[in-house]
């Protein structure tokens, strides 16, 4: 009996070419391709149903929208929540207009958030402090007041500092699909929003702690472990238990002889690869409570390992960027519209265009 | 007097009563639909009728209508958008409170056309005796038998509820507006899907304008052709207009798509004229959301040529010269409106109003909202102009949902057609925070 494949789709990404099923999104199609073309993404977490599209960082533009369709999707979009079509082709970095949108998205989320890296807690793991590193400008345009928050006392493991948050709601899908009955939510609208509890309830549940692991920022963060430690300083490590609750297979997070803290691992993209229960996380932070498998792999140039941020931490894929550079033209609206193409390729312009690209593919 | 074929009866006394609008001819298009027609030549006359939905957007309805997707076993419904908040619009709220019956016939041909079984009304939670005429008005086809099991024997049986909205301007929008008829928070969904695919309940879902809704009636009573006669080019029929800010004569005014824009402002069967004694600065034509635009553009476009009211006419020269018809809220401003207040006032709507889901209409509603704020009280400075551009283009088309876009464009188009002004309140600070001060160097008609 034969085989049936189901038919694949050939998406493009910034000059690279992937096959994929049908369904996927771009953003998933990119991380198949690999972290240099990958969108960066603030709120979508892949483990979690229904979320994305609501940070805006991985907005791409759809060159061509399908091999029978190819006309330009005339908005950039979300690529974690545009599914991919036949023959699709997607510029991500190599494209102006994504990068200037990305440049404001940075500046949009950090607008009313706090700019203290030094005195957070998530430094160093901060997914906010790496997509403004990369994509965003080191000055700021805004002269206003932010908007700040008391810190709300929200359960025993918990700490909620409103402050930092980027309302990029994971932790409400988590407690929506982790945990059973959500008391924390969404409250309010527009920029005075708030993560909270309905009249002060305290988050009480077994797997509660996960939500520590899906911020993004340090809004949410581990209550025995805060201001204990820098995280450039203590060193992870694989390790499993018994646990009649989840799965075991947490990351260790040592300094020196001491385990400090306790996480869920973590895939090369930020996420949760199994979430952990609370006794796991809060209680059991003796070495004898674990079997240790060896060292967690981190990435070389990571601030974990480093203890800095690389200036070619992520090698863009320079060969598209420069290629869309030389091409990129501002659209001349007083110009005569010419069809016809031999009167075209009699044009300077086209001549100009040829001979850049002749000298551009002999080097 | 042009045709009217919506507010015809409505000074009728007792016409919200279901005897009066039947003396009037009521819900003889029900009886036609039902008893004589199938529901896709019910659609087919919508389509060759060419209506535009009159929320805002101006999209085809019978298309909207046909784009309903019809797999087995899994309900549709009709969702009548009735949440009208957009600023300076008012239409949907007149049509309803004066002549009800008018939109529960509508509904329940256009449920009969979808195959939906159980239809809302998602009517705004601020206008609560709205809401009490429009069950009324249920209650009286309900014994009447226009509405329930089996209506007038044809087998058809339709449900209609009216459901009223906590008031948020967001839900305006038809996702959000699903959700929150859903009860849930209302913010806007992704799209794709879009609600002809996976709407209310996850189900095939039409969310139709009131005003759209209203207009089904007289087209099966009269035909699509007769319909699509009225009007211009592609913007056919009549449309309700709310006419507010500086003219004589305020008002919701029934046209004929096609009519000068001239003429609205000026004749004595619509507006009036500015006000007496006052001359046009500029004019809103759509709704707080649409590009305002000078007196000047409005009456004539960049070509010299007469601007008439239609959805084409208006949006002619894009955003460089043109404005929208947009939902048919149509403010004018005489000269002694300050545009820079006018356009901090819009924008704080946009701030209160940002669901807050998405982090460019979040933060950047704010961001403009301060900024224009200090330009009001003497306090900007002249890059904050080019801010302000610079913002609007990052919020634009960057958003989930429209709401973004209808943040920015008023700015946008207000920096583009009275930038001097701007300028003015950052150089003469003290002149400009005066109270009732002007600028003196608008161009006025």
């Known amino acids: 009996m034969e085989d049936i494949k189901p038919t694949m789709f050939k998406v493009t990404v910034d000059g690279v070419e992937v096959e994929v099923a049908p369904g996927t999104t771009i953003m998933q199609a990119a991380r198949k391709i690999g972290p240099e073309v990958a969108p960066p993404a603030m709120c979508y977490y892949e483990p979690l149903k229904g979320s994305g599209g609501k940070c805006r960082a991985c907005l791409v533009k759809v060159a061509a929208g399908s091999a029978k369709d190819p006309r330009p999707m005339p908005k950039l979009v979300a690529s974690c929540i545009t599914p991919v079509q036949d023959g699709m082709i997607v510029e991500n970095f190599t494209n102006p207009q994504v990068v200037e949108a990305r440049k404001g998205v940075v500046e949009f989320l950090l607008l009313n958030h706090p700019l203290d890296c030094p005195v957070c807690d998530q430094a160093g793991e901060c997914h906010l402090q790496d997509f403004a590193f990369e994509n965003g400008t080191s000055t700021t345009r805004y002269q206003e007041e932010r908007r700040t928050f008391e810190k709300e006392d929200i359960g025993p493991y918990v700490q909620l500092h409103m402050t930092r948050c980027v309302l990029c709601y994971r932790c409400v899908y988590t407690a929506d699909q982790i945990t059973d009955g959500r008391v924390h939510g969404v409250m309010g609208r527009g920029d005075h929003a708030e993560i909270s509890t309905y009249i002060g309830h305290a988050i009480d549940n077994d797997f509660s702690g996960n939500v520590i692991d899906v911020c993004p920022v340090g809004a949410l963060t581990d209550k025995t472990y805060r201001f204990k430690n820098r995280v450039w300083f203590s060193k992870p490590v694989d390790a499993h238990c018994n646990c009649d609750k989840c799965s075991g297979n947490v990351q260790l997070w040592y300094r020196g002889d001491e385990v400090i803290r306790v996480t869920a691992r973590k895939n090369e993209w930020g996420e949760v690869t199994a979430f952990i229960?609370?006794?796991?996380?809060?209680?059991?932070?003796?070495?004898?409570?674990?079997v240790i498998e060896g060292p967690t792999k981190v990435n070389r140039a990571s601030v974990i390992s480093a203890n800095k941020y690389a200036s070619n931490l992520i090698k863009k894929p320079d060969f598209a960027l420069k290629l869309a550079e030389s091409q990129y033209k501002k659209i001349d609206d007083s110009r005569p519209y010419v069809n016809d193409m031999a009167e075209i390729k009699q044009s300077e312009d086209y001549k100009a265009l040829q001979q850049k690209n002749e000298s551009f593919f002999k080097k | 007097m042009s045709l009217k074929i919506l507010t015809e009866h409505c000074s009728t006394p007792g016409i919200e009563t279901l005897e009066v609008y039947r003396q009037k001819g009521g819900y003889s298009a029900v009886e036609k639909a039902l008893k004589k027609m199938t529901p896709d030549e019910v659609v087919e006359e919508v389509k060759k009728s060419g209506v535009r939905g009159r929320g805002g957007a101006g999209f085809p309805m019978g298309m909207k209508w046909s784009f309903l997707a019809k797999p087995e076993g899994v309900p549709r419904y009709l969702v009548c958008n009735a949440d009208e908040s957009e600023p300076g619009t008012f239409k949907d709220h007149y049509l309803m409170k004066t002549i009800p019956h008018l939109l529960v016939e509508g509904m329940i041909i256009s449920s009969y056309a979808l195959g939906a079984n159980k239809s809302f009304i998602y009517v705004r939670g601020e206008l609560m005796y709205v809401i009490r005429i429009l069950e009324k008005a249920i209650e009286e086809a309900k014994a009447a038998g226009f509405l329930g099991k089996n209506i007038l024997g044809s087998g058809y049986d339709l449900e209609l509820v009216v459901q009223p909205g906590g008031g948020a301007y967001i839900c305006g929008e038809e996702t959000a507006l699903l959700e929150s008829l859903e009860g849930k928070r209302g913010n806007p969904r992704n799209k794709p899907p879009f609600p002809a695919v996976k709407g209310l309940y996850q189900s095939p879902t039409v969310v139709n304008n009131v005003e759209s809704i209203a207009t089904v009636s007289w087209i099966v009573n009269n035909g699509g052709e007769a319909y699509a006669a009225v009007g211009v080019g592609k913007s056919t029929g009549t449309k309700l207009i709310s006419a507010s800010g500086h003219i004589n004569k305020p008002g919701v005014y029934e046209i004929e798509l096609g009519l000068s824009c001239d003429e609205f402002l000026n004749s004595d069967e619509y507006c009036g004229g500015v006000r007496t004694g006052h001359r046009l600065k500029a004019v809103v034509a759509g709704g707080s959301s649409v590009p305002i635009v000078p007196g000047t553009l409005f009456l004539k476009n960049a070509n010299g040529e007469d601007r008439l009211m239609s959805y084409e006419s208006l949006s002619d020269g894009g955003f460089a010269t043109g404005t929208m018809l947009g939902s048919g809220g149509f403010i004018v401003f005489d000269e002694t409106a300050c545009i820079v207040r006018n356009t901090w006032n819009f924008s704080r709507f946009y701030e209160h109003e940002s669901c807050g889901q998405c982090s460019p209409c979040r933060e950047g509603t704010g961001w403009m909202q301060k900024v224009l704020n200090r330009i009001e009280h003497g306090k900007g400075s002249m890059s904050?102009?080019?801010?302000?551009?610079?913002?609007?283009?990052?919020?634009?088309?960057?958003?989930?949902?429209?709401?973004?876009?209808?943040?920015?464009?008023?700015?946008?188009?207000?920096?583009?057609?009275?930038?001097?002004?701007?300028?003015?309140?950052?150089?003469?600070?003290?002149e400009a925070t005066k109270a009732g001060a002007v600028y003196a160097g608008a161009v006025l008609v």
Do not use: Q
Not at chain 2, 385 to 407: Q, R
């Open chain 2, 384 to 430: 904050d102009i080019d801010l302000l551009v610079d913002v609007s283009k990052k919020i634009e088309g960057n958003t989930i949902c429209p709401l973004g876009d209808a943040a920015a464009w008023p700015v946008a188009s207000a920096i583009r057609h009275f930038r001097d002004e701007f300028e003015w309140h950052i150089t003469h600070p003290l």
């Open chain 1, 277 to 290: 229960c609370n006794t796991c996380r809060f209680e059991k932070k003796k070495t004898s409570d674990w």
